[in-house]
T-cell receptor, first 112, second 113 residues
Framework: QKEVEQNSGPLSVPEGAIASLNCTYS??????FFWYRQYSGKSPELIMS????GDKEDGRFTAQLNKASQYVSLLIRDSQPSDSATYLC????????????FGRGTSLIVHP | GAGVSQSPSNKVTEKGKDVELRCDPI?????LYWYRQSLGQGLEFLIY????????KSGLPSDRFSAERTGGSVSTLTIQRTQQEDSAVYLC???????????FGPGTRLLVL
């Protein structure tokens, strides 16, 4: 059974700090990895996608992928109160029957 | 351009009634997905469409749930004989192609009394 695991949190960080969100997955055939942000009562919206091992940076966000260790992480630099949300990790498998797998999400609280 | 739209935004129904939820994907997006999210829970995959066909329906929770997509565009999720445990937010997403970034609609909040 394919699983995507995330610490539910909440993860509480002070404004201006680095928030580190982690996700592990069980399916070694996974090829595409996504981080979505979901504000309370809203729909998920894409933050980052990553397909290759290493780091991918976009503004204050950095996604890190390590396929050998089967984890993907999201770093948020200079955290702002507006970053407070639930962050969902999603994993896709290439080819075959497509069933996307989402983690349950990590709640992030950035306090002033 | 316009994003994914869903209707109704909220639906309150009585146990045993049938409901239809509609999703309008982003124009040109060939893949369409339905998810369910219960309060405080993660996303539960229900079904996806590639064009008008649904290659995998194994995520549908029971035979009371069905979905169709016509003209490679609008999709309808139907829940027959609703139960209280069907209460959740039903989210639709679309992507340009299979396995690419998904764009979510605002969801339909279903409450079964």
């Amino acid at each position: 059974q394919k699983e995507v695991e995330q610490n539910s949190g909440p993860l509480s960080v002070p404004e201006g700090a680095i928030a580190s969100l982690n996700c592990t997955y069980s399916d070694r055939g996974s090829q595409s990895f996504f981080w979505y942000r979901q504000y309370s009562g809203k729909s998920p919206e894409l933050i980052m996608s990553i397909y290759s091992n290493g780091d991918k940076e976009d503004g204050r966000f950095t996604a890190q992928l390590n396929k050998a260790s089967q984890y993907v992480s999201l770093l948020i630099r200079d955290s702002q109160p507006s970053d407070s949300a639930t962050y969902l990790c999603a994993v896709n498998r290439a080819g075959g029957s497509y069933i996307p797998t989402f983690g349950r999400g990590t709640s992030l609280i950035v306090h002033p | 351009g316009a994003g994914v739209s869903q209707s109704p935004s909220n639906k309150v129904t009585e146990k045993g009634k049938d409901v239809e939820l509609r999703c309008d994907p982003i124009s040109g997006h060939t893949a369409l997905y339905w998810y369910r999210q219960s309060l405080g829970q993660g996303l539960e995959f229900l079904i996806y469409f590639q064009g008008n066909s649904a290659p995998d329906k194994s995520g549908l929770p029971s035979d009371r749930f069905s979905a169709e997509r016509t003209g490679g565009s609008v999709s309808t999720l139907t829940i027959q004989r609703t139960q209280q445990e069907d209460s959740a937010v039903y989210l639709c997403a679309s992507s340009l192609k299979y396995q690419e970034t998904q764009y979510f609609g605002p969801g339909t909040r279903l409450l079964v009394l």
